[in-house]
């Protein structure tokens, strides 16, 4: 019987979801799609956790616990995140464990609010690194400007990251070359290279949703013929870009010295448009060494009616080129649609969180 996650997996991509509930570990859900669904890593944002918070009664006896010790609101939130992130982290350690510390991941983002403030975020990050105390967790760090050189920080004290929120090509080159200074810091700081893994987090869905609602609006027929094509010949480039980076003499030493490459990951593939197909995001980006992290409904699409044909991405190359050349050309500046995902990336997981902090200020309360 076909089993396209355990092909998805096969031809080196490893399935995790974007997603984490106390009720999911409670129930053992995610033990079971680790077993049914070739599942090997799990993330989390702060979207992911203003729902979790608000649907059942998983959360009620910590809350009250909480209240009743008088803590703040941010140190309740962390207290609630870290939690969960420790549980699904050892429910995912035989993994780990089984995969030499490559997969059997939990993802924890920093506060989103810092995402403009490097020196904040290298604290938030060995806050979150220490409070959870997992090897096989990742800290997730936003591709901003100002989170590059927290990013090389953070790896350069042994500190696994997931960097997070990237549109663009130029900044992913900047994330690379963030993760070979971090990894070369970390060797020359006495760390074991080995220990450390990363992955870079290229959003795929949103950028689609954001081409073709311009090409949309230029009205013409050539632009429509367009649609669709934009967030994979984006990612497909990429992968292309992370080829270019493994083939330097710069990552020839750190692999050599130990070092795991940093894996891309393909975010965002939940499909927004329903004109599209429901796998679209995963089957037309498979390629060895990466990750694909799917919502929930993605995964079980994938599950039920995935057809994974082989590598879909590196024959692609010259075509994601004239795709976005053709777009380009159209009139869609791609410059300004990567600035304004990104912006709109941050701004999102801000007010996630702070309709979280609010969720948690209104339980403690309820329960004092």
């Known amino acids: 019987?076909?089993?396209?996650?355990?092909?998805?997996?096969?031809?080196?991509?490893?399935?995790?979801?974007?997603?984490?509930?106390?009720?999911?570990?409670?129930?053992?859900?995610?033990?079971?799609?680790?077993?049914?669904?070739?599942?090997?890593?799990v993330t989390s944002n702060p979207t992911i956790f203003e729902k979790a918070l608000k649907e059942g009664t998983a959360y009620?006896?910590?809350?009250?616990?909480?209240?009743?010790?008088?803590?703040?609101v941010g140190e309740a939130a962390r207290a609630i995140t870290t939690y969960d992130i420790r549980w699904a982290a050892d429910v995912l350690r035989p993994v780990y464990e089984a995969t030499g510390g490559v997969d059997g991941r939990v993802s924890l983002e920093v506060d989103p609010r810092l995402?403009?403030?490097?020196?904040?975020?290298?604290?938030?990050a060995r806050a979150l690194w220490w409070a959870v105390d997992r090897p096989n967790v990742f800290i997730k760090i936003p591709a901003t400007v100002e989170g590059l050189p927290a990013i090389t920080q953070a790896l350069s004290e042994g500190i696994s990251v997931n960097v997070t929120l990237i549109f663009s090509l130029d900044r992913y080159r900047?994330?690379?070359?963030?993760?070979?200074?971090?990894?070369?810091q970390a060797g020359r700081n006495g760390h074991d290279l080995s220990a450390i893994q990363s992955v870079a987090s290229f959003f795929v869905s949103r950028v689609d949703t954001e081409v073709d609602r311009r090409l949309a609006d230029i009205g013409t027929q050539e632009a429509a013929e367009l649609q669709g094509r934009a967030a994979i010949a984006n990612a497909r480039l990429a992968y292309e870009a992370h080829e270019e980076a493994l083939a330097s003499q710069r990552w020839a030493a750190l692999s050599a010295s130990g070092a795991a490459p940093q894996r891309p990951l393909w975010a965002s593939t939940g499909v927004?448009?329903?004109?599209?197909?429901?796998?679209?995001?995963?089957?037309?980006?498979?390629a060895p060494g990466t990750v694909n992290t799917m919502p929930e409904a993605t995964l079980e699409a994938v599950a039920e009616h995935g057809d994974i044909t082989g590598d879909?991405?590196?024959?692609?190359?010259?075509?994601?080129?004239?795709?976005m050349q053709a777009i380009a050309e159209a009139g869609v500046d791609l410059d300004d649609v990567v600035k304004?995902?990104?912006?709109?990336?941050?701004?999102?997981?801000?007010?996630?969180?702070?309709?979280?902090?609010d969720g948690v200020a209104q339980r403690i309360g309820s329960t004092e």
């Open 1 to 41: 019987m076909v089993n396209p996650l355990r092909e998805l997996s096969d031809q080196g991509v490893a399935v995790w979801m974007d997603d984490i509930s106390r009720e999911r570990l409670h129930s053992g859900n995610l033990a079971e799609l680790v077993s049914s669904r070739s599942l090997v890593g």
């Open 60 to 72: 009620d006896d910590q809350l009250h616990d909480l209240a009743l010790r008088g803590v703040s």
């Open 115 to 124: 995402a403009y403030h490097t020196e904040r975020t290298v604290a938030e």
């Open 174 to 184: 900047s994330v690379i070359e963030a993760f070979m200074a971090g990894m070369e």
């Open 272 to 286: 927004k448009d329903p004109n599209y197909d429901d796998t679209r995001y995963v089957v037309g980006l498979v």
């Open 312 to 323: 879909t991405v590196r024959d692609g190359y010259a075509q994601a080129r004239a795709d």
């Open 340 to 357: 304004v995902l990104e912006d709109e990336g941050v701004k999102k997981f801000e007010t996630s969180w702070e309709g979280f902090l």
